[in-house]
């Protein structure tokens, strides 16, 4: 599937050529602002702060990182979602999150308010404090089954990539945790690496640090393949223990909102096929940051995010987490 969207990226090359400030066209009269809705230093921060700088190089504007943690992520996305539809104000995330914040009953919105222009996979790995007992995945789902509800984990919300994994997670083995929240990824990275939680869920590209340091021990990365992260030995799947685990792929990248003029979207279309799809700088993150280059954009990003969001949400409803029906606001079936 990811030749297929790079594939896609290089065909919109050939149609368009190289690109550059001077034809694209959009012309920006101000800096634009993306939005990161979680704290510095997350998952979403990491690769926005780098798209950032590509977009900057490509329109010959500046572009303006804001973080605005708080509620799962669905404060700094409302912003940009009541902001004018100018283009200056952007949004940016897991596009799962943007596709289910509705069922939560955190924020009125669907993948079909958004532009999409995604990067990168990410996917979620269980790590625990290496003070802990639990050297094998095993051994921590024995522990949350003799003893419900008090194996600590922590996460940025029910509504992150985090708090996603850990619901699957809970299901999937059929376990009970003790869910602790944090406004972000890396404070809930840092309180398992302090040993105020016992486990973290976050994605790897937030724990990869505490991981290469040996402060956090990563026993398994939820997915069907293994994981290979600079430095560190091969994290087993998920499906090695939990074999029918439902594991689907995390997109993340930045949404621009339904109304913006149509020369914005047409410039960032190019600037995704001619730019992003290329980006050396997007290759390296990847490699030593635990991630997958995904480049993908329109009707393609929004196919391959569904998946993600179907399980997501239809999790939710089922472990009751959820206060809308998937199904009264467009999300299928899984």
């Known amino acids: ?44 921060d990491q690769v926005v702060r780098l798209l950032g700088k590509e977009i900057e190089t490509a329109i010959g504007q500046s572009v303006v990182i804001v973080n605005q943690p708080g509620a799962s992520g669905s404060i700094g996305t409302k912003a940009v979602l009541e902001a004018p539809k100018d283009g200056y104000m952007i949004a940016s995330g897991a596009a799962k999150d943007a596709g289910t914040y509705a069922v939560t009953g955190l924020l009125n919105t669907k993948l079909d308010d958004w532009h999409l222009y995604l990067a990168v996979i990410n996917s979620s790995v269980i790590g625990v404090n290496a003070n802990t007992p639990y050297k094998t995945l095993d051994d921590l789902i024995k522990a949350m089954k003799a003893k419900p509800g008090t194996v600590t984990v922590a996460t ?7 708090g996603a994994a850990l619901g699957a997670f809970s299901t999937g083995a059929g376990v009970e945790a003790k869910h602790v929240t944090y406004d972000g990824g890396n404070p809930a990275i840092i309180a398992t690496a302090g040993g105020e939680t016992q486990v973290t869920t976050q994605l790897a590209v937030e724990q990869a640090e505490m991981i290469r340091a040996g ?18 030995p091969e994290i087993p799947a998920i499906t090695k223990f939990v074999p029918t685990f439902p594991a689907t792929d995390n997109y993340f990248g930045i949404f621009i909102p339904k109304g913006v ?9 190019m600037i995704w096929a001619d730019k992003i799809a290329k980006s050396d700088a997007l ?36 472990r009751k987490q959820a206060k809308v029906d998937p199904a009264s606001v467009g999300i299928p079936p899984r």
């Open 261 to 269: 003029p149509a020369e914005v979207v047409k410039t960032f279309d």
């Open 156 to 162: 940025a919300g029910i509504n992150s990539s985090g």
């Open 215 to 232: 402060r956090i021990r990563a026993l398994a990365v939820v997915g069907t393949k293994p994981l290979n992260l600079q430095g560190v």
């Open 283 to 318: 290759k390296t993150y990847a490699t030593s940051r635990g991630a997958i280059v995904a480049v993908v954009s329109g009707d393609a990003a929004k196919a391959a995010v569904m998946p993600a969001v179907k399980e997501t949400a239809w999790g939710l409803w089922e």
């Open 1 to 44: 599937m990811l030749r297929t969207l790079m594939l896609t990226a290089a065909a919109i090359v050939g149609l368009t050529g190289a690109a550059s400030a001077q034809n694209y066209p959009w012309k920006p009269t101000k800096p634009i602002t993306i939005v990161v809705p979680w704290g510095a230093g997350g998952s979403t």
